[in-house]
């Protein structure tokens, strides 16, 4: 086993294919396929399940590249300890999430409240609802930020006790419609899915994984004939603010992230609310960079509330443990 190896099992964790990964890594399939063979051959386990919707990490191989990520990070860590030429200790962060602006804009003020000088490492992960938790149960991220409803609860809640994770939850939001401000809509104070039926939808892509994973709000009929799918928020905000499409989330706009050219309207006539919180390993202790982001992230998710002067939001202070 070397460093190498387990670089490329976690770049694999990652891409989600092993195609993928070889052409991210600048190696032949092949090679790396063999890798993995390597691997699971040295330590008599199977890393990887392959099948022809692709590969998954067996329960062993969650368990190897847990360790893998533990290895890698304390090769990092010592590396940059020993090789700095002041031996200052270096402030980390680590976070994985859904494309929430809210998480973008608590990141900011992390960045603008840390003294001049300090040497830092911060690392954000978006992606899927999968990725998130992988990266959690792994130790790649410290923490992940997603949401549950009332339809995905029990499948979440499973999810978590299963990967011996624990849910912090932040506020309940009722879905909101993000749209263009000259959108045909943009001046209703709230609107119905009966009213978004005939524009397009845009979301992001998710693949084969249940719908119970899915970013966005879950609306039990499809009303939208029409999708647009996509994997990074700058291409959907874009799509938003030139075109008839909407999304759905929060509807935590913020200027500073967002712009003018955006505007967010509840959605009525749907039932449950959207429980924006985060995940981490439990027992897991937070740091104290790790416990300021938070705090950012709930002052800016109260900017947004306050400004808005929505009372549908239910701000969850009294569930918050940091």
Request: glycine share 4%; with cysteine; hydrophobic share 35%.
């Amino acid at each position: 086993m070397t460093l190498q190896q387990l670089r490329y099992i976690v770049e694999i964790s990652k891409c989600g294919s092993i195609t993928a990964a070889a052409k991210k890594l600048f190696i032949a399939q092949p090679s790396l396929s063999k890798v993995v063979k390597d691997l699971e051959e040295e330590f008599h386990l199977t890393i990887l399940r392959r099948s022809r919707h692709g590969i998954s990490f067996t329960t062993e191989g969650l368990k190897f590249l847990q360790f893998a990520n533990h290895v890698l990070d304390a090769s990092d860590a010592l590396e940059d300890y020993f090789l700095k030429d002041d031996g200052e200790e270096e402030l980390r962060l680590s976070v994985s999430s859904h494309h929430y602006l809210f998480s973008i804009d608590g990141l900011i003020s992390f960045l603008t409240n840390i003294p001049e000088g300090t040497p830092y490492t911060i690392r954000m992960h978006e992606g899927r609802t999968s990725q998130i938790i992988r990266d959690v149960l792994v130790s790649r991220s410290q923490i992940g930020i997603l949401y549950v409803t009332e339809l995905t609860e029990q499948f979440m809640n499973r999810l978590f006790v299963k990967n011996n994770l624990e849910f912090i939850p932040f506020h309940e939001f009722l879905p909101h419609a993000y749209v263009s401000r000259n959108h045909p809509l943009a001046s209703f104070s709230e609107i119905t899915t009966e009213q978004l039926a005939p524009y397009p939808h845009v979301c992001y892509e998710q693949g084969s994984e249940p719908k119970q994973l899915s970013e966005e709000f879950i609306i039990p009929k499809n009303y939208s004939k029409q999708t647009v799918l996509f994997r990074d928020r700058s291409t959907m905000l874009s799509i938003i603010a030139n075109t008839g499409a909407y999304n759905l989330g929060t509807g935590c706009l913020l200027p500073r992230i967002v712009g003018s050219e955006v505007a967010s309207i509840p959605v009525k006539g749907v039932s449950g609310k959207m429980k924006i919180g985060w995940v981490k390993q439990k027992n897991a202790p937070l740091t104290p960079e790790l416990t300021a982001y938070i705090r950012y992230i709930q002052d800016s998710l109260d900017q947004s509330i306050t400004s808005r002067h929505v009372p549908a939001m239910i701000a969850m202070h009294s569930e918050r443990t940091y």
